[in-house]
Each structure stands twice: as structure tokens, then as C-alpha cells.
């Protein structure tokens, strides 16, 4: 399917002013993103290239229900697309502050750095913009913490907690975005970035990479060789010869089935929107058949 | 925002001062776009700039990318506020400051 930013396209025309104040922050968020391969070359692309695929896979979930977003739910799923993965470029001074505020020990080294952050960064994606927020033109800070709790909710945290998540999070006074949804949209397409064309084999020397995790990571994510998305399911087209890389996307396939069906029940109990998708299905398909 | 030019043959001296953000950079978009044509040096001095944010960013690396093909661009005087932004954005990397 050729790529979209419908969501992108439609914040210009029906809100120019929060359009320009997004598209002003793209190139913060480009050299952030950047940032973080001179720390972590091994890892999986998170460049702005993700970013671009957060937003495609976003207006696909989205489909036909985009009219009911207003300009500031799209507003806010643009900034949290952009930053989410924000916490993986911060410099080592503000990873240090941020460490001792989320309270985890300081890693030995740098192999232990690397995966800190990994594992870390939707909080450190938070915390960024929670100390730098002013740097980029929010309208204001209400605005702010809506984005902060889509970076937050990307991974590892509660998208039903009313408090954390409230249905309704007013960001000016009479206006109001569908935080649990807007968050869910994003957990569930970054989840979904996960095939092949995310991390094209020729750009990683994989076989040199000195970490096994990372090395397997990748077998993982080069035998998917597409995710499809149906009005009805998802679909995760992968081949491998190798037992233990098939394990692997089995795995990736269940731990993806238990994400849609958490997003499409935060969609449902926590919002007007739905999630069409009900589940997820791995197809094996060797190549060229 | 006010904004001071001074050009000399091919060198132009820009010097800013107040807040550069989202109401006040397309103020020194237009400007740069008026004076750039046939600039080889622009220096723009900061030590008057009091804050800085996305869209100042913005506005600048435009700047760069037009005076990479034509030529240099220096950043002045730049507080210690300023210098503060463009480490934490990493614009640290990619703008010269003198």
C-alpha cells in the first residue's frame, strides 16, 4: 500500500497555525532522532523514518474515522509521533538527570547504557519534553502534557488509567482530545512497525554486531517481511529456515496479537473510536511463492 | 523582535535581539530571504537574543543550508541560555558558533 499522511495533510488544511507550530518542531525532533545512532549504531531505525511510518500506520487504523478527529487530537498524534522515541537522543547529562528522577541504577557500561535507554526511553521521551517543552512552541503546556502521555504510553504503561489517561483531556478551555485513543493509536503502530523495510539488511553489518541480542533482534525483524494491514486483521508476512528465528517472530506475532487487542479495548472502553482490527495472523510464505 | 542588518560587498552582518519563536521567526525568515541573494559571509550575532525555540531553529537551518552552497554562516555571541538550546535540540552539531 503506497504510503499516507492524511493525518498530517488534514491538520493543514483545517488548522494552519498548529500545522506550522508542528512543522517547526520536525526538524528538533530530526536531529534527536539522529542523535541517537551515534550512541547506538546496532539498534533498529528509530529515525524520523519511523516516524513516517508511525504516521502511515496511524491513518490506516484511523481509516474512515479521521472526520472525528478535531485539529487538536491531530495536533497532539503528530507531536507524539514525532517525539515518542524522543528519550533514545538525549545528551548524557540529561539521561543522568532523568536516570536518578526514574530511580533506576546507573548502568556499568556502555553496553548496559544502550539498553537502559531502550528500555527507558518512553519515560525519557517524558521527561525531555516535561524539562523542554517550551523549546517547542506548544500553545501551551496543557498541550504538552497531552504529547508527554502519548510518549509515556508507548510502551509499559496503563492506557486504562482514568487519572494518567482521563477520556476527554482538556488542552484549552471548551477543547478537549481523546488522550486513551490517541495514545493507544500510537503504542499500537509503533508496535506494528516491524517489518523488514524498518531496517533494511545492507544498511547493519548484523553478523558484526557484537551484541546477540541485538543480532537477534534483527534476524527477527529481516524475516518479516511485511505487515499488512486489513480492515478486519493484521496480517505479519515473514520467512525464515532458522528454528529459532521462527520461535522469535511467533513470539513478536503473540506479543503484537496481545497489544491490538489491549488498543482495541482502550479504543472501545475509553473512547467514540474503534479499532477494526481483531486480530493478528502469521503467514509463513517462502519467498516467491 | 528587531532585527539589525549591516552588508558590506559580500558580508552580511545580522544582529537579533528579543525572542525568536514561533510569532517572531518568520520575521527573520523574511529578512533572510530579502538579503541572502549574493551573500557570502553572514554572521548573526546573538548577544542580544534573549530565547530561541523550534521554529527560530527552523528559521536558521534553512540559513545554513542556503549559505552551505554559497558560501559561510557564523553564530556570535551566543549566552549561555542560547548555547543550552542548541545542545539539547542537537543543533549544537550542525550550526558553527563562534
Known sequence: MEQDYGIERRLAQCA?????????????????????????????????????????ISNQLIGGQIDKLTAEDLYVLLMGALFHDVGMGVSKSDFEQFRQTLGFPKPADETALAWAVRDHHQELSGLYLKKYWHL??????????????????????????????PSAFEVEPGKSVSLPYLAALVCLADELDISADRNISFLYDVEHMPSARDRQEFHKHMAIRRVELTPERV?????????????????????????LLMCRRVAAERSSFVI?????????????L | MTITKNLNGTH???????RLDTTTAPQLEAELKQSMS????????????????SAGLRVLLSAQKVMNRQGSMVIKNVNETIMEIFEVTGFADILTVE
Open chain 1, 235 to 259: 496480517v505479519v508476512h515473514a520467512w525464515t529456515e532458522d528454528p529459532e528465528v521462527r520461535g522469535g517472530v511467533e513470539d513478536v506475532t503473540a506479543k503484537l496479537r496481545d497489544k
Open chain 2, 38 to 53: 549574493g551573500v557570502a559571509e553572514l554572521a548573526l550575532d546573538f548577544s542580544k537574543l534573549e530565547y530561541l525555540s
Open chain 1, 276 to 288: 477494526t482490527q481483531e486480530d493478528v495472523v502469521l503467514r509463513m510464505e517462502e519467498p516467491g
Open chain 1, 16 to 56: 494552519p497555525e498548529l500545522h506550522s507550530r508542528y512543522r517547526d518542531c520536525v526538524v528538533v525532533s530530526q536531529r534527536m532522532l539522529s542523535r541517537y545512532e551515534n550512541y547506538f549504531p546496532d539498534f533498529t531505525d528509530h529515525t524520523v523514518l519511523h516516524t513516517l511510518d508511525i504516521l502511515d
Open chain 1, 136 to 165: 517547542l512552541d506548544f500553545p501551551n503546556e496543557a498541550y504538552a502534557r497531552a504529547v508527554i502521555q502519548l510518549c509515556r504510553g508507548h510502551r509499559k504503561t496503563d492506557l486504562f488509567d482514568e487519572k494518567e489517561y
Open chain 2, 12 to 18: 552580511l552582518d545580522m544582529a537579533l535581539e528579543g
